[in-house]
């Protein structure tokens, strides 16, 4: 199992940048796919971004070309690069790691991105 930790996250302006970050431990994610999910109030989850063991990258239509996502296997660890923040993007992101090609199995608690117009 890993354990999940993002932080990073606070109010910002419509416009403006993040960088969130997720430490991970327990384990190390080498050979995890890790991705970006967000829930707002009232919403289901919503994938934001993927980044697999060997570095292929997805991301939501919503967040191309405006977001990045990162990883340093070193460090245990994985970001998130928010730019052009709008309105919409306030949600709760979490971090999540899926073994291999397998599904999510293992969450973090969090973090709140508002983002004021």
């Known amino acids: 199992q890993v354990q999940l930790v993002e932080s990073g996250g606070g109010l910002v302006q419509a416009g403006g940048s993040l960088r969130l970050s997720c430490a991970a431990s327990?384990?190390?994610?080498?050979?995890?796919?890790m991705g970006w999910f967000r829930q707002a109030p009232g919403k289901g989850r919503e994938f934001v971004a993927s980044i697999s063991w060997n570095g292929n990258i997805y991301y939501g239509d919503s967040v191309k070309g405006r977001f990045t996502i990162s990883r340093d296997n070193a460090k245990n660890a994985v970001y998130l690069q928010m730019s052009s923040l709008k309105p919409e993007d306030t949600a709760v992101y979490l971090c999540a790691a899926a073994p291999g090609v397998g599904k999510y199995d293992d969450w973090g608690q969090g973090t709140q991105v508002t983002v004021s117009s």
């Open positions: 327990g384990r190390t994610i080498g050979n995890y796919r």
